[in-house]
């Protein structure tokens, strides 16, 4: 069992930066890929990035390229996302995410992020 414990959501101008954190604990040796995803209202649930927990390769959506940093702590066990130039677009609510080896997903309870214009 894994538990995912996310903070750093909050309100921010377009063109403003946050920093989310997602604190693991459990069995964290069966985690293979963390990431993060984030839902807009009305929309579906969609990959920002993501991070393999061993040798930390990452990948991003499209839409946060250049803007958003994926990175882990491996000593703390925790997984962060730094978002920079923030878009009113960018406003969601962010889930972070642990996937095991063996294909289930552990889902943090989300935090808010809202980017005013």
């Known amino acids: 069992q894994v538990h995912l414990a996310e903070s750093g959501g909050g309100l921010v101008q377009a063109g403003g930066s946050l920093r989310l954190s997602c604190a693991v604990s459990?069995?964290?040796?069966?985690?293979?890929?963390m990431g993060w995803y984030r839902q807009a209202p009305g929309k579906q649930r969609e990959l920002v990035a993501t991070i393999t927990r061993i040798i930390g390769s990452t990948n991003y959506a499209d839409s946060v390229k250049g803007r958003f940093t994926i990175s882990r702590d491996t000593a703390k066990n925790t997984v962060y996302l730094q978002m920079n130039s923030l878009r009113p677009e960018d406003t969601a609510v962010y889930y972070c995410n642990n996937r095991a080896y063996y294909g289930y997903d552990y889902w943090g309870q989300g935090t808010q992020v809202t980017v005013s214009s």
């Open positions: 459990g069995s964290i040796s069966s985690i293979s890929i």
